[in-house]
């Protein structure tokens, strides 16, 4: 089990950049995937990145790609998404998630909104 805690979000100008932070309960180090995902209202839950154990190998859809980097610290329990270059489009409630075994573990989201 694990509980994650996400900050950093806010308001931005379009062109802008954020950093969000996502910190977990305990050691990171075993969980093999982390990542992130976002809900714009009336929209379903979609995922922006997703990273392996060890941090080489991370997936972004086509929307986020070349724009938003992920990155994990093992060594802090800290999973980070930078997003740079954001688009109104971008505005949702952000979540970071760790996949523990066959479990699914969520924080409780962080507002992004990109005024244009």
């Known amino acids: 089990q694990v509980q994650l805690a996400e900050s950093g979000g806010g308001l931005v100008q379009a062109g802008g950049s954020l950093t969000l932070t996502c910190a977990a309960s305990?050691?990171?180090?075993?969980?093999?995937?982390m990542g992130w995902y976002r809900q714009a209202p009336g929209n379903q839950r979609e995922l922006v990145a997703r990273?392996?154990?060890?941090?080489?190998?991370?997936d972004y859809p086509d929307s986020v790609k070349g724009r938003f980097t992920i990155s994990r610290d093992n060594a802090n329990n800290t999973v980070y998404l930078q997003m740079n270059s954001l688009k109104p489009e971008d505005t949702a409630v952000y979540y970071c998630y760790a996949r523990v075994v066959i479990f699914d573990y969520w924080g409780q989201g962080t507002q992004v909104t990109v005024s244009s």
């Open positions: 305990r050691s990171i180090s075993s969980i093999k995937t």
């Open positions: 990273m392996t154990t060890g941090g080489g190998s991370a």
